[in-house]
């Protein structure tokens, strides 16, 4: 947990809002913005901007009109407008910064679908708030059983309800299309509540579910990651990585974001590195690539007739040894370019602590044998000897 106020108490439950990493405090940086221009005041004359953002559930922002001018900071609980009825969210970020995310996610600042902010939250708004969050685990599990009796292909993975109570959302993924008007009939009588069902895919489930990736930290979408590019496996062979599904592919199943971080300074590398697919046209025989290394400019080459002896060769030795090549000119051998083959120095890990064994704090084993041996050679004592 990232504050103070929702740290882990007993049992592992969050100790303060338990609201397992959205609280109210809003340090637990699940796509959170900072808010770099807080300390700075606005120019005379400067009316501050009247949209602010505002987190719901899980990832669930938008951004919402300030039309009563309420003093709002980060951290309060407001009501806004919805659909139908009003719902409850947290005020992630306010003044000039939410002009720049909503030009981000383009929209417009006078288009007049933008919602407005009824008031601050009262106690009465965050009881019943509280009360629809506290159902949300019963009525999934209660909903899953419903789709499991009706055999719909579908995962209800989240349920989130309105902040007044009126309407509940289950978002569900499903790899073809479903039918659930009889899902929808069912779970309305045995809810007595509205429902929306709507259809996300298996990334913005990762998203809204979180979780630890294979690095041991939380999940980059659920975090701080708020679009989603298109990631191929041609991002893996840039980057030379095995090709191994279990490897590449994240918590949701497809590709892992994290592939197209480093993906520009590789295709950067490559555009002076010659091609794996090169050939070396030598006196000794024809010589082709068996590995690059991008990070030591490094290119390891064999002989057709020889393929297991490589010998490294700069990348500035190939580019102009293929030059040679298209003007039908031949090198003696690979040898008189190939780098000296340098045994790397194995590091030898030694004990700072003062050379002391692992085992040094177990018991010594007895060796049952010798005592065997000296129960056998021991004289037996005589029974009438006293």
């Known amino acids: 947990m990232g504050c103070s106020s929702c740290s882990t108490g007993k049992d592992g439950q969050p100790r303060g809002c338990k609201n397992n990493g959205t609280c109210g405090t809003d340090g637990c940086n699940k796509l959170t913005v900072f808010d770099w221009l807080s300390n700075m005041s606005l120019p005379n004359g400067q009316k501050p901007f009247d949209c602010v953002e505002v987190r719901f559930k899980n990832s669930r922002k938008g951004f919402f009109r300030n039309t009563e001018n309420l003093p709002l900071a980060i951290g309060?609980?407001?009501?806004?407008?919805?659909?139908?009825?009003?719902?409850?969210?947290?005020?992630?970020?306010?003044g000039e910064l939410v002009k720049v995310q909503m030009k981000k996610k383009k929209v417009a600042f006078d288009d007049e679908s933008v919602l407005k902010i009824y008031r601050k939250a009262s106690?009465?708004?965050?009881?019943?708030?509280?009360?629809?969050?506290?159902?949300?685990?019963?009525?999934?599990?209660?909903?899953?059983?419903?789709?499991?009796?009706?055999?719909?292909?579908?995962?209800?993975?989240?349920?989130?309800?309105?902040?007044?109570?009126s309407k509940a959302t289950f978002y569900y993924t499903a790899e073809d299309r479903v039918d659930f008007r009889q899902l929808i009939k069912d779970m309305a009588k045995a809810f007595?509540?509205?429902?929306?069902?709507?259809?996300?895919?298996?990334?913005?489930?990762?998203?809204?579910?979180?979780?630890?990736?294979?690095?041991?930290?939380?999940?980059?979408?659920?975090?701080?990651?708020?679009?989603?590019?298109?990631?191929?496996?041609?991002?893996?062979?840039?980057?030379?990585?095995?090709?191994?599904?279990q490897k590449l592919a994240g918590q949701c199943g497809k590709l892992k974001c994290c592939l197209n971080y480093e993906l520009d300074m590789y295709l950067e590398a490559l555009k002076d590195f010659p091609s794996q697919d090169s050939k070396l046209m030598t006196e000794k025989g024809i010589a082709f690539c068996q590995k690059a290394d991008i990070f030591k400019e490094t290119l390891w080459f064999s002989y057709r007739d020889d393929p297991a002896t490589w010998h490294a060769l700069h990348k500035e030795h190939?580019?102009?040894?293929?030059?040679?090549?298209?003007?039908?000119?031949?090198?003696?051998?690979?040898?008189?370019?190939a780098q000296d083959n340098?045994?790397?120095?194995?590091?030898?890990?030694?004990?700072?602590?003062?050379?002391?064994?692992?085992?040094?704090?177990?018991?010594?084993?007895?060796?049952?044998?010798?005592?065997?041996?000296?129960r056998k050679n021991k004289p037996k004592a005589s029974r009438n000897a006293q």
């Open 192 to 245: 007595s509540i509205r429902i929306e069902m709507r259809q996300i895919g298996y990334r913005q489930e990762a998203q809204r579910l979180g979780g630890i990736g294979s690095c041991g930290r939380e999940l980059c979408c659920s975090t701080w990651l708020t679009d989603f590019r298109s990631v191929s496996t041609a991002s893996a062979r840039y980057q030379q990585l095995a090709l191994n599904p």
């Open 318 to 337: 190939v580019t102009e040894i293929l030059e040679m090549n298209k003007k039908n000119e031949k090198i003696a051998s690979l040898e008189e370019y």
């Open 76 to 94: 309060d609980v407001v009501a806004t407008q919805a659909k139908s009825g009003h719902d409850i969210g947290i005020v992630t970020l306010t």
């Open 123 to 165: 106690q009465r708004d965050i009881d019943i708030w509280q009360k629809c969050r506290d159902k949300e685990p019963e009525i999934q599990k209660r909903s899953r059983e419903i789709a499991i009796s009706l055999k719909l292909q579908m995962k209800l993975s989240d349920v989130e309800f309105q902040g007044d109570g």
């Open 342 to 374: 340098v045994n790397e120095e194995k590091l030898v890990f030694e004990n700072v602590v003062g050379q002391d064994s692992l085992t040094r704090f177990d018991k010594p084993r007895k060796n049952k044998r010798n005592n065997k041996k000296r």
